[in-house]
């Protein structure tokens, strides 16, 4: 006997398995019908390896859209058509640039939108273009390959090679054997200098103590000088003042004794011409009489008498 199946249940599973089938593909798919989307083009001159439709496009690194189509330029077959859906209010301005960025080492490519100054009017489609056209740039995968291609160019390579020569016959003749000596040695010189500090780690740390110490003791003694200097200051302007007026007073002194010796010069002309002659023969004939007083003193010191009785009369020598 076969069983029943439930027919109702079976159309309820398999709908409900299709709507979150289309769920998911729409949720992988990142796309947002609810949105509202501006249309842009742009020409990339290089291999756009790892791009496919819907990838994403970015604005700085915000995802801003997606890629909407990928095909030949049919004008020029050098380039790659993208076609690309952006959020609507997205700043794309005239100077915003399309640069090709391979994520990792997955091998996934995205468009990143750079540029836009804030000045820059925005993007209007010209004359004979369906949508707006942005302007491309080079990836860095491209510019790497050019860089290198410019490099191994033929003459480039021979050049390249010739530079590796002579560098290497340069390093030779640098590291000969006396040099390898000499930078042996250097290297020894610096471990003895290295193992020299090492060992005098301590004092080392001691002195550079004792210069923080200095340096605070100096830090101190300068703002000591920069409290007392202005006091000091004062001092020397107080004494230059007091010197000043001394100077002056001096100077009128000066000049008042100098108009006194003016005013007395016809007398001390008098006294040098008339009073200090007399004076000198008065100063003569008192050195007489002092030479008198004393040998009329020495005479009254030997004979008294003589000052009553007068001076006693020699005797007389036999035959006199």
């Given at each position: 006997m076969e069983p029943k199946v439930n027919y109702i249940l079976v159309g309820s599973f398999v709908a409900f398995l299709g709507a979150a089938v289309l769920a998911g593909i729409l949720w992988l798919g990142k796309t947002d019908y609810r949105g509202s989307y501006d249309r842009y083009e742009a020409y990339m001159k290089e291999s756009v390896a790892g791009l496919s439709v819907n990838s994403t496009v970015k604005y700085r690194g915000v995802d801003v859209g997606r890629i909407k189509t990928i095909d030949l330029n049919p004008n020029n077959p050098e380039e790659v058509l993208l076609t690309m859906d952006i959020m609507h209010g997205t700043p794309?301005?005239?100077?915003?640039?399309?640069?090709?960025?391979?994520?990792?080492?997955?091998?996934?490519?995205?468009?990143?939108?750079?540029?836009?100054?804030?000045?820059?009017?925005?993007?209007?489609?010209?004359?004979?273009?369906?949508?707006?056209?942005?302007?491309?740039?080079?990836?860095?995968?491209?510019?790497?390959?050019?860089?290198?291609?410019?490099?191994?160019?033929?003459?480039?390579?021979?050049?390249?090679?010739?530079?590796?020569?002579?560098?290497?016959?340069?390093?030779?003749?640098?590291?000969?054997?006396?040099?390898?000596?000499?930078?042996k040695q250097t290297i020894k010189d610096l471990s003895d200098v290295a193992k020299t500090i090492a060992a005098h780690k301590t004092q080392i740390e001691q002195s550079l103590n004792g210069a923080a110490r200095s340096a605070d003791n100096l830090v101190k003694l300068t703002a000591s000088l920069n409290a007392e200097v202005p006091t000091l200051l004062a001092g020397i302007n107080k004494s230059v003042a007091a010197l000043g007026t001394a100077t002056d007073e001096l100077a009128r002194t000066s000049k008042t004794v100098g108009a006194a010796f003016n005013e007395a010069r016809p007398e001390l002309q008098q006294f040098t011409q008339r009073t200090l002659p007399e004076v000198g023969l008065l100063v003569t004939e008192l050195r007489q009489l002092t030479g008198t007083l004393s040998r009329v003193a020495r005479e009254l010191e030997r004979e008294p008498s003589s000052l009553v009785f007068g001076r006693k009369t020699p005797s007389r020598g036999p035959g006199e």
């Amino acid at each position: 006997m076969e069983p029943k199946v439930n027919y109702i249940l079976v159309g309820s599973f398999v709908a409900f398995l299709g709507a979150a089938v289309l769920a998911g593909i729409l949720w992988l798919g990142k796309t947002d019908y609810r949105g509202s989307y501006d249309r842009y083009e742009a020409y990339m001159k290089e291999s756009v390896a790892g791009l496919s439709v819907n990838s994403t496009v970015k604005y700085r690194g915000v995802d801003v859209g997606r890629i909407k189509t990928i095909d030949l330029n049919p004008n020029n077959p050098e380039e790659v058509l993208l076609t690309m859906d952006i959020m609507h209010g997205t700043p794309i301005k005239t100077d915003t640039i399309a640069v090709l960025e391979t994520q990792g080492l997955t091998g996934l490519a995205t468009i990143n939108l750079t540029g836009g100054s804030r000045d820059a009017p925005p993007l209007q489609a010209q004359e004979g273009q369906a949508y707006p056209v942005i302007k491309t740039g080079p990836s860095l995968f491209f510019r790497l390959d050019e860089a290198v291609s410019r490099l191994l160019s033929e003459e480039r390579l021979s050049q390249l090679l010739l530079d590796l020569d002579t560098a290497a016959k340069g390093a030779a003749k640098v590291l000969d054997e006396d040099n390898r000596a000499m930078l042996k040695q250097t290297i020894k010189d610096l471990s003895d200098v290295a193992k020299t500090i090492a060992a005098h780690k301590t004092q080392i740390e001691q002195s550079l103590n004792g210069a923080a110490r200095s340096a605070d003791n100096l830090v101190k003694l300068t703002a000591s000088l920069n409290a007392e200097v202005p006091t000091l200051l004062a001092g020397i302007n107080k004494s230059v003042a007091a010197l000043g007026t001394a100077t002056d007073e001096l100077a009128r002194t000066s000049k008042t004794v100098g108009a006194a010796f003016n005013e007395a010069r016809p007398e001390l002309q008098q006294f040098t011409q008339r009073t200090l002659p007399e004076v000198g023969l008065l100063v003569t004939e008192l050195r007489q009489l002092t030479g008198t007083l004393s040998r009329v003193a020495r005479e009254l010191e030997r004979e008294p008498s003589s000052l009553v009785f007068g001076r006693k009369t020699p005797s007389r020598g036999p035959g006199e």
